[in-house]
């Protein structure tokens, strides 16, 4: 969907129950990252950021970082609302699930069929509290199951009890079932992807550590990802590549319980981008560009220098 008038809201609405399926990206050349677009819709007052979020299959932080100047519940008629359907992929092996803690998005790269390019599918999720932080580890798929009962773990069962709001020993399937329809384990114990029946976190940092998705997503994952899938669980909220002659760099904000010493690092996202020109020294970068972007930290790639063909040295 490329555009939207305010006169469509009401249609948006109605269907915010079924969010579109994760967006499929061919995959880009070697040596560059780049996937998707930038996508700009106009907004009425009865839009809110989270229904457009949940519509466009993007997360609610995801979202609201992109749109810092509209109004998260209430947004002006005729609000220019951007859809941050453009990536980097992160700096990882483009095989099987990467989980990018920090953008709270999963990639997911399916083996290449023979013949055809190669593809990736990108999925917002929600991660773990800042107390319930989502490992970073490399792991793989080891089951899968639909309509999953829920047996709540002896912390949790704690936690909900102090706020008296007591948990069963066992929570079966069904619309109560904090798992959803699917759930995807993992060699980690107690760590899973799954659906949810509550959809408004998705793209937030507000589970005890495991991923949850849009009914849609994990139904698409559920079925698509085979067992013993490799699962890379990582934190990047600095990513730096190339489209097309172009220098791009992405900031995403830094995660809550992140080490201070950290936090807005100046000096992380310059060495991340000078190891992208190792091989193109002579490439004139807008430090000024990278430095705002840093500041901004709006998730959305930004160029950071002129459109050239690098000669590689």
Same mark, same amino acid.
């Given at each position: ?130 107390? /319930? ?120 904000? /830094? ?59």
């Amino acid at each position: 969907m490329n555009a939207m008038r305010p006169a469509l809201a009401i249609t948006l609405l109605a269907a915010l129950t079924s969010p579109v399926n994760a967006r499929v990206f061919t995959l880009p050349p070697a040596g560059e990252s780049v996937i998707g677009r930038e996508e700009r819709i106009i907004a009425g007052r009865e839009d809110t950021l989270i229904d457009i979020a949940r519509f466009n299959d993007i997360g609610y932080d995801e979202i609201l970082n992109a749109n810092p100047g509209v109004d998260a519940w209430m947004p002006q008629n005729g609000s220019t609302v951007i859809l941050p359907h453009m990536h980097l992929l992160p700096d990882a092996p483009r095989q099987g699930i990467v989980i990018n803690t920090a953008e709270m998005r999963m990639y997911y790269y399916p083996g290449k069929a023979s013949g055809r390019a190669g593809t990736v599918e990108s999925f917002p999720i929600s991660i773990g509290r800042s107390d /319930w932080n989502t490992p970073l580890v490399n792991t793989k798929v080891t089951r899968k199951m639909a309509n999953p009962t829920w047996y709540p773990p002896a912390s949790i069962k704690k936690e909900h009890l102090a706020k008296g709001d007591p948990l069963p020993d066992v929570v079966p399937p069904g619309p109560d079932n904090p798992l959803g329809k699917y759930a995807i384990y993992m060699s980690i114990p107690g760590y899973l992807m799954h659906g949810t029946n509550n959809e408004n976190g998705i793209g937030m940092q507000v589970t005890h550590g495991c991923m949850r998705m849009y009914a849609p997503d994990i139904e698409r994952l559920y079925q698509t990802v085979p067992i013993g899938t490799s699962v890379s669980i990582i934190n990047q909220p600095y990513k730096a590549g190339w489209r097309e002659g172009v220098l791009y760099v992405e900031v995403h904000p /830094w995660l809550e319980g992140t080490h201070p010493s950290l936090i807005n690092n100046k000096t992380l996202l310059t060495k991340l981008v000078e190891k992208q020109l190792k091989e193109f020294m002579d490439y004139p970068v807008d430090w000024e560009a990278v430095e705002q972007a840093r500041i901004e930290a709006t998730g959305i790639p930004v160029p950071v220098g002129p459109t050239v063909t690098p000669i590689a040295f």
